[in-house]
């Protein structure tokens, strides 16, 4: 099982950005996965994810109503929409998903949120 997250960078506040989680050795709608955040100096967040029963999103308080989750099972990607960033939102952004009782996380992109 491996994820490899990418498309991290620099983006203005107010912006747009795109995250992707690329997935292999498990078919992604087979289980749930999810967002994840670590900000310099704090606890790694969860942010969002998807059901692998119905597809249902979920999402932490600080992002909702600004990033979207949604993936593509026939790509075996994930992605992270993330509209209006804001500073706060600067972190190492990582995938994660549980497959047969393990927990896999993908290395992280860095996405920075400045002017």
């Known amino acids: 099982v491996q994820l490899q997250a990418s498309g991290g960078g620099l983006v203005q506040p107010g912006g747009s950005l795109k995250l992707s989680c690329a997935v292999s050795?498990?078919?992604?709608?087979?289980?749930?996965i999810g967002w994840f955040r670590q900000a310099p100096g704090k606890e790694r967040e969860g942010l969002s994810c998807?059901?692998?029963?119905?597809?249902?999103?979920y999402y932490t308080h600080s992002v909702r109503g600004r990033f979207t989750i949604s993936k593509d099972n026939a790509k075996n990607t994930l992605y992270l929409q993330m509209n209006s960033p804001k500073p706060e939102d600067t972190a190492v952004y990582s995938c994660?998903?549980?497959?047969?009782?393990?927990?896999?996380w993908g290395q992280g992109t860095l996405v920075t949120v400045s002017s």
């Open positions: 998807i059901s692998s029963f119905d597809g249902s999103a």
């Open positions: 994660n998903t549980q497959v047969r009782g393990e927990s896999y």
């Open positions: 050795g498990f078919r992604l709608g087979d289980y749930a």
